[in-house]
């Protein structure tokens, strides 16, 4: 199974539980976990954590270039059907 990884889970995870310096096994876990292929991110994730200039920024952007997924053309097609399913929804804005 593959994961991807959005940016609230990094900044989430650098600011509450997992400190760059604190639990630096969290981090390496992601390198080795990418390394095997089972986690990622998309350019719009590493783009928004690039813009902290901070020490999360730092730490992610020495991922390997592989880290982030390119959107596709084909992406773009799924993302509208899923937005087209998700405003058909009963869903209130909190959910």
Avoid at 24 to 34: K, L, M, Y
Avoid at 49 to 78: C, N, Q, W, Y
């Amino acid at each position: 199974m593959t994961y991807l990884i959005d940016a609230c889970v990094l900044i989430e995870a650098k600011n509450r539980h997992y400190g760059l310096d604190f639990v630096p096994a969290f981090w390496d876990w992601i390198r080795t976990a990418h390394q095997r292929e089972l986690v990622y991110t998309v350019d719009r994730v590493l783009r928004e954590v690039l813009l902290g200039r901070d020490e999360l920024s730092d730490r992610i952007g020495r991922m390997p270039p592989t880290f982030s997924l390119k959107e596709t053309s084909a992406d773009t097609e799924h993302i509208k059907t899923l937005v087209a399913w998700s405003e058909s929804t009963r869903f209130s804005p909190d959910a």
